[in-house]
């Protein structure tokens, strides 16, 4: 096979990842979570934002993203669901300010939502970026110290770290809204996101042993060059997968 023919083929394979598909559930669970925080709910009597209620799964797409595709590419995804919510909380307060038509009679109810809407995804952005990041983090270097075994162990980990960051992050509107309760709030917080994430765990890894076999941009589905060499060190790398 010419090196021609061989570097279109791994293009095709490049192209045919599934990491875009993921990018994009990831992005639209982040801001349908971001835009549902401003709702409070309870749950057993425990009071929650509507947001959490899918706001766990990117947690363990984040780790999913890591295991598979490696620290950079997650990296890369949560900065730029960073940027969508600054740029969704701007843009929302933006059409506060613009003059509504005179016949809209809204103005006061949808100024009221919309700017608790805006600053909850101001705040929770900073949140959002400690906790995923320290998730990614994690899971890149427990993966390199167990040589990529233990992934359920690491997963669990990781996310139970995240999800306290997340909380701690978040005492400003958790303050504004039930200062009496902070202390309960955040603890029961904190057990909820925990069981959550180990209630979606065995989803995670039947995402990721199935990405293992089918996505094909996957350094160990790659073709390896036929030379024992080459096969030793593209083996190893192979075997830990991508870490940064």
């Known amino acids: 096979m010419s090196p021609i023919h061989g570097s279109s083929n791994y293009e095709h394979e490049e192209n045919n990842s599934y990491l875009p598909s993921i990018s994009i559930v990831f992005y639209m669970i982040l801001l349908a979570s971001s835009v549902a925080g401003q709702k409070l709910i309870s749950i057993f009597g425990i009071i929650i934002s509507a947001g959490n209620i899918i706001f766990q799964i990117s947690y363990m797409l984040i780790v999913c993203i890591t295991e598979l595709y490696g620290l950079k590419q997650a990296k890369r995804i949560i900065i730029t669901g960073a940027i969508c919510n600054l740029f969704v909380a701007y843009y929302l307060y933006l059409t506060?300010?613009?003059p509504s038509a005179s016949f809209w009679l809204n103005q006061n109810n949808y100024s009221q939502i919309t700017l608790i809407t805006s600053s909850i995804l101001f705040t929770s952005t900073v949140a959002y970026v400690s906790s995923e990041i320290a998730n990614a983090t994690i899971v890149s270097k427990l993966k390199v110290f167990f040589r990529s075994?233990?992934?359920?162990?690491?997963?669990?980990f990781s996310t139970?770290?995240?999800?306290?960051?997340d909380t701690v992050f978040m005492l400003p509107v958790i303050i504004a809204h039930t200062p009496d309760k902070v202390v309960v709030v955040c603890c029961s917080l904190v057990l909820i996101k925990v069981i959550y994430s180990l209630l979606l765990i065995p989803i995670v890894w039947f995402l990721v042993g199935?990405?293992?076999k089918q996505?094909?941009?996957l350094p160990d589905t790659r073709p390896?060059?036929?030379?024992?060499?080459?096969?030793?060190?593209?083996?190893?790398?192979?075997k830990l997968g991508p870490t940064d």
Do not use: Q
């Open 149 to 156: 075994k233990w992934f359920i162990i690491r997963a669990i």
């Open 224 to 238: 390896i060059p036929f030379s024992s060499v080459s096969y030793l060190n593209k083996s190893t790398i192979h």
């Open 210 to 212: 199935f990405l293992k």
């Open 160 to 165: 139970s770290i995240a999800c306290v960051i």
């Open 215 to 217: 996505d094909p941009s």
């Open 96 to 98: 506060v300010k613009i």
